[in-house]
């Protein structure tokens, strides 16, 4: 049962058009919310992060936006550069009975491509 | 100041055979995780650390153990390596539960 899911396995933009990617949940018992970007052959890196309590949060080109009712976050890129071409993860923190320990759960994962 | 760093870089194991994978992050962050990731898939947790000497399970800790004894350091033990558990192997720190984790390179484990 995969509580976080990216269903769109690869997103192809135009460099300098919006890119926008999407991830959905299940469980209610996430109150955190971090975008990982992935180039071939390393680890992850920190994007974002977006807690529950809030449904916008903002990073210079980097925007998330948290939609609780819908169990839906989405990142937009603006503009998108060719450098931005990499896998992107949404994660999700598990928190139980006021307890978190930073346990996250993976989407798996969508590959962008910009096009220069 | 070189983060969080992982050795080896890449093996190939026998089924049978068991290693260690280490890791080390020189943040000084209490909190340490590792993962697998298996082709087209996302990272799922094999076993977390809150501190040096406290350890608990991921989602997927079968077959592998683990042990913190520092809060540098914390190494990932396979014993009696198996197909099922050729992945790339991440190990994350980070400073709490609500910070971002920093995630070292990886290793890349191959059993045949």
């Known amino acids: 049962d995969q509580q976080v899911k990216q269903n769109s396995p690869s997103l192809s933009v135009q460099e300098g058009r919006i890119s926008i990617l999407n991830c959905d949940y299940t469980?209610?018992?996430?109150?955190?919310f971090l975008w990982y970007k992935k180039y071939p052959a390393e680890g992850p890196t920190f994007l974002i992060s977006?807690?529950?309590?809030?449904d916008k949060n903002e990073d210079g080109r980097f925007t998330v936006f948290l939609n609780k009712s819908a169990k839906h976050l989405s990142l937009h890129i603006v503009p998108s550069q060719p450098g931005d071409s990499a896998v992107y993860f949404c994660?999700?923190?598990?928190?139980?009975?006021?307890?978190?320990?930073?346990?996250?759960?993976f989407g798996q994962g969508t590959i962008l491509t910009v096009h220069p | 100041n070189a983060g969080v760093t992982q050795t080896p870089k890449f093996r190939i194991l026998k089924i049978g055979q068991s290693m260690t994978l280490q890791c080390t992050q020189d943040?000084?962050?209490?909190?340490m995780y590792w993962y697998r990731q298996d082709p087209g898939m996302g990272l799922k947790l094999i076993y977390y650390s809150v501190g040096a000497g406290i350890t608990d399970k991921g989602e997927v800790p079968n077959g592998y153990n683990v042990s913190r004894s520092t809060t540098e350091d914390f190494p990932l033990r396979l014993e009696l390596a198996a197909p099922s558990q050729t992945s790339v192997y991440f190990c994350?720190?980070?400073?709490?539960?609500?910070?971002?984790?920093?995630f070292g390179p990886g290793t890349r484990l191959t059993v045949l």
């Open positions: 994350a720190s980070s400073k709490g539960p609500y910070n971002e984790q920093f």
């Open positions: 994660a999700a923190n598990f928190n139980a009975g006021g307890t978190s320990y930073g346990k996250l759960t």
């Open positions: 469980n209610s018992m996430f109150d955190y």
């Open positions: 977006i807690s529950s309590i809030k």
């Open positions: 943040m000084n962050h209490n909190y």
